[in-house]
């Protein structure tokens, strides 16, 4: 068993140490610290390309786990109190080599990541985009391969909150999506 003092399976308290009764969310009984299992915020894009009838969005082939070699959108964790719009710019310039014109909010949604050997809660934040100025450079330690993706027929991505926003984005836009994976 392995001991942790954070997250859904966390085994002792942060605060004292004292090993706890149950899981999360839960009272420390040695010290009363209160425990609880946020859900980690991040910052997505759809980066669309395209004009009416032809709109279609760029998806990245993840090279890490977990869930490697599957599809993705750009984006990652927020660091510290940073906001998840900022950090949908700070990760696609990281992942694409070029700056975004970040668009509006698509939607919140929550879902799971495995993450140090336990699914964790994540509060998915995507933003329509454009790309910058500048040529795509993939970052290899993050992505393998690009491809661009009708928006109305996109394949199974990594992640099932990427699916929803991919989805979301395309009614917003007054697109209907086909059912199921391309």
Known sequence: MTLRAYGPTASFCPRCAAALSVAPPTDCAACGYRLFVNARPSGGVIVLDGGPGELRFLALRRAAQPRAGRWELP??????????????????????????VLGDLVGMYVGEYEFQGETVPVLDMFFLATLGAGKITLDPAESSDMCWFPLDAPPALAFDTMDSAIRDAAHRLGLRTVTGPV
């Open 75 to 100: 984006g990652g964790f927020c660091e510290g109190a940073e906001h998840p719009a900022d950090t949908a710019v700070r990760e696609a310039h990281e992942e694409l080599g070029v700056g975004i």
